[in-house]
Nanobody, 128 residues
């Protein structure tokens, strides 16, 4: 059974950094893509980043966070990470780890859809 558990959220001042972790189980990172979504207060969920299966993984990052956010994984630890730098108040949201249990990042990782399995989420608050 697919299981995703996020951690690492919290409060940070604007300009600060956080590293989110997603502990995965029930599948292998070398055969399955994993991504991150977020949901800001009063807004719909949106895809943030995705990393494909395999050892030389392709990566997709949403335009508005490109250059500040990066996604990576450790297959030995079955964990996917979202490194967030230069955080802004607009980044305040609940961040979710997701997978559609396929090999490659696709449109499933851009907008909410029924193909995704979700974690419970971790709250990131950026404020002074």
């Amino acid at each position: 059974q697919v299981h995703l558990v996020e951690s690492g959220g919290g409060w940070v001042q604007p300009g600060g950094s956080l590293m989110l972790s997603c502990a995965t189980s029930g599948f292998r990172l070398d055969t399955t893509a994993v991504g991150w979504f977020r949901q800001a207060p009063g807004k719909e969920r949106e895809g943030v980043a995705c990393i494909t299966s395999g050892t030389d993984s392709d990566i997709w990052v949403m335009n508005s966070v490109r250059g500040r956010f990066s996604i990576s994984k450790d297959g030995a630890k079955n964990t996917v990470y979202l490194r967030m730098n230069a955080l802004e108040s607009a980044d305040t949201a609940v961040y979710y780890c997701v997978t559609d249990r396929r090999r490659y990042c696709s449109g499933n990782y851009v907008e909410d859809n029924d193909m995704l399995t979700w974690g419970e989420g971790t709250l990131v608050t950026v404020s002074s």
